[in-house]
Structure formats: structure tokens, C-alpha cells
């Protein structure tokens, strides 16, 4: 029996060898999405942060417009990367236009990652019951006087 082996440089290269359906459920996961976003190269970062806001489709044209002539395959270059990993989405607009935005899941709980809300991590699967150690305000705020407070 043959093992199979994984060969990988690096995280994205690994993500962009899985299957499209095990990539997408990663981004159900804000902390997969975080990796995602912290992996990608700088120029993709910044496309993800000018499309993370948007709850619509923007032009095609619009994105094409946000590098210059020279810098034309930098920006191809982002863009395919972003596509391979399935962050980046195409779908038509009205008047027949292409419009781009990022994968719902992805755009979701990466804004949620990085504005607040939704459920604290500490929460997901926590079964340990009360906190032992849990110190209530008065508590701190005493051990604060006693410990830094200068009296």
C-alpha cells in the first residue's frame, strides 16, 4: 500500500490544492479565514480589506481600475490568487456587466473576526463548567490598590 504524500511550501499552496467543497467549509470557521487573510500576499490583503464592507457586487471595471498600467500583473497576480482560493467571486451584474465580491462566508466571519460579534471562541465547545479561579471586580480592583497603587 503507497502512502500518499502532501507536498506544500506554504498554507495557501496547501488550500489551494483541496478540494473546492473542504475549502469552503473552512470558511464557515473565523479563525480559518483569519489564517486565510494573514497568509495572503500583501496586495490581495487589500483587495479582501476593499471588498469586506461591501454587501453588493462592485464592477469588474472598478477593480481593474485600482492598479495602474504598469503595475497590470501585480494585480493579475493578487487577483488570481484570491480566485484560486475561492475568497473572490465573479457573477453578472445588471446591464451585463461582470461584478466581483468576496465569498459570503468568508467576507462574514472574517468582518466578524476583525470588528467583534458573534460567538466568543472561548465559548465554542466549552465544557469545563465555572471557572475555578474567576475574580469578580471588587476583587481586582482591591488586589490592584494592594499591588500598584502607591498609598
Not at 68 to 95: C, D, F, M
Not at 139 to 146: G, P
Request: glycine share 6%; charged share 25%; with cysteine.
Amino acid at each position: 500500500m503507497e502512502e500518499a504524500k502532501i507536498v506544500c511550501k506554504d498554507l495557501l499552496s496547501y488550500l489551494e490544492d483541496l478540494p473546492t467543497s473542504v475549502l469552503i467549509s473552512l470558511y464557515g470557521y473565523s479563525s480559518a479565514c483569519l489564517a486565510v487573510f494573514r497568509e495572503l500576499p500583501e496586495l490581495s490583503k487589500m483587495y479582501v480589506m476593499r471588498l469586506l464592507f461591501l454587501d453588493q457586487p462592485l464592477s469588474q471595471t472598478v477593480v481593474d481600475s485600482w492598479s495602474n498600467p504598469e503595475a497590470v500583473s501585480y494585480h493579475r497576480e493578487a487577483i488570481t490568487k484570491l480566485q484560486r482560493l475561492h475568497v473572490y467571486k465573479t457573477s453578472p451584474l445588471p446591464g451585463g456587466q461582470q461584478g466581483v465580491s468576496l465569498h459570503e462566508d468568508f467576507r462574514r466571519n472574517l468582518r466578524i473576526l476583525l470588528c467583534g460579534g458573534g460567538t466568543p471562541w472561548a465559548l465554542v465547545g466549552h465544557r469545563g463548567g465555572e471557572d475555578k479561579h474567576a475574580r469578580d471586580i471588587a476583587f481586582l480592583n482591591d488586589y490592584a490598590d494592594k499591588q500598584w497603587e502607591l498609598k
